[in-house]
């Protein structure tokens, strides 16, 4: 290729020589320069609005990507110890998100599970020990009664009802709690004039 002079204007030429025969193609070097200003300029206004939809675009396909995580992290804020059962929805699609979704529903199940259990032991170990705690405020009650109570042994059952009474009012409490988290407290509800009080 080279540029050449014609006619008062500058030309771009190309020459071919294949089998004996040359043929040379020119253009005018005006018109590919001018062609090219109106492609760099017609790149140029077109590219805010390329820009526009790329943003519009990226801002659709954000919003779509991240849509399950949305609708994870709402499900999680909704579930409450009450709640225990909820889980978060799992999306279709097989990825990253989704495992998460999965290994939080196994967690869940995990923390279900041994919020019941100690609820369980809690009513369980609460019934369990009213039983022996009565027999023996009721045996330190006898011992105090009894005529062959000392001035010296007094002051140790009395100490020891005390405590029997204090562990009893515990388990109570505790049996209390483990009723109301299993939602098996039923609630004695009546009416009242707060002014007499």
Not at 137 to 163: G, K
Not at 171 to 188: C, E, K
Request: charged content about 25%.
């Amino acid at each position: 290729m080279t540029d050449v002079a014609y006619a008062g204007k500058s030309i771009r030429l190309f020459t071919a020589t294949e089998d004996g025969v040359t043929a040379s193609v020119g253009y005018a070097r005006d018109e590919i320069e001018s062609q090219t200003w109106t492609m760099v300029w017609g790149m140029l206004a077109g590219l805010p609005v390329a820009l526009g939809f790329a943003l519009i675009g990226g801002r659709r396909l954000a919003s779509l990507a991240l849509r399950p995580v949305e609708e994870m992290t709402r499900a999680t804020a909704d579930i409450t110890a009450a709640q225990l059962d909820r889980r978060v929805p799992v999306p279709p699609a097989s990825d990253e998100i989704r495992r998460h979704a999965e290994v939080l529903n196994t967690t869940l199940d995990r923390l279900e599970r041994s919020y019941h259990q100690s609820l369980r032991f809690s009513a369980d170990a609460s019934h369990e020990l009213k039983t022996p705690l009565s027999v023996m405020r009721s045996t330190i009650e006898d011992a105090l009664a009894a005529s062959t109570c000392t001035d010296s042994t007094r002051p140790v059952l009395t100490t020891l009802l005390e405590q029997t009474r204090r562990l009893s009012d515990i388990t109570s409490s505790l049996l209390l709690l483990a009723r109301a988290d299993a939602g098996a407290l039923v609630m004695d509800k009546a009416e009242h004039d707060l002014s007499s009080l």
